[in-house]
């Protein structure tokens, strides 16, 4: 059966140093992957998605960036933490782009910036 | 436009009695509906969809929705709440953008069940 894993489950970092929010996806193949920000506790922000390997597409220009250096592993990165990145930040996976099959999502990062 | 509208931030109902919350949509062609749930510190669960078929759909946990496509609405009904119920739940559609689906989520709901 297909898992996903996120991690770390929280993280605090202060302003200005860099983030690795990591995200891996076992027992599929070519899934689309996707990294949503949840800004108190309510509605979902699209970040970034994925259709394969070093294929990104940006959703909200900002400080983030993401990579997926293989098959199965998308990464979340920020050179330099602002206040405003602090939010839950959500991992899913697809099997393919049809929408058809709903999306996956990992258990979350809760990251504090302060 | 694409969008999807949970016009309750939260909805309170006794345990035992029947509980909606409701979701209306907007999208071009047929319409792929999704329900989800988030516990507290958790990632979302899929609960149920609807793509073709029954308007009636039942998923996990005894939720079910109702397709009603004149009236653009999915809403998710259970017959019996259970104070464990209780969570965030999201609406979501299937949108097209600049030729790749993506899933458009409401603003949530917060469900509440009273013991």
């Known amino acids: 059966s297909q898992t996903i894993h996120q991690w770390p489950a929280t993280l605090v970092q202060p302003v200005g140093s860099p983030l690795s929010l990591e995200c891996t996806v076992e027992?599929?193949?070519?899934?689309?992957l996707y990294w949503y920000r949840q800004a108190a506790g309510r509605g979902l922000q699209l970040l970034f998605y994925?259709?394969?390997?070093?294929?990104i597409s940006s959703e909200v220009p900002q400080n983030l960036s993401a990579s997926r250096p293989q098959d199965r592993q998308f990464i979340l990165s920020s050179k330099k933490l602002l206040l405003s990145d602090s939010g839950f930040y959500l991992c899913a996976w697809s099997p393919d782009g049809t929408g058809g099959y709903g999306y996956t999502f990992g258990s979350g990062t809760r990251l504090t910036v302060v | 436009a694409q969008s999807v509208a949970q016009p309750e931030d939260q909805v309170n109902v006794a345990e035992g009695n029947p509980l909606t919350v409701k979701c209306t949509y907007s999208?071009?062609?047929?319409?792929?509906l999704f329900w989800y749930v988030q516990y507290p510190n958790r990632g979302l669960q899929f609960l149920l969809k609807?793509?073709?078929?029954?308007?009636l759909v039942k998923g996990s946990y005894g939720f079910e929705a109702e397709f009603n496509k004149s009236q653009t609405s999915f809403h998710l009904k259970k017959p019996s709440a259970l104070v464990s119920d209780s969570a965030l739940y999201f609406c979501a559609v299937r949108g097209l953008t600049a030729g790749t689906y993506k899933y458009i989520f409401g603003t949530g709901t917060r469900l509440k069940v009273l013991a």
């Open positions: 027992g599929t193949s070519n899934p689309n």
């Open positions: 609807y793509i073709t078929g029954d308007n």
């Open positions: 994925s259709v394969g390997i070093g294929q």
């Open positions: 999208v071009s062609g047929n319409p792929y």
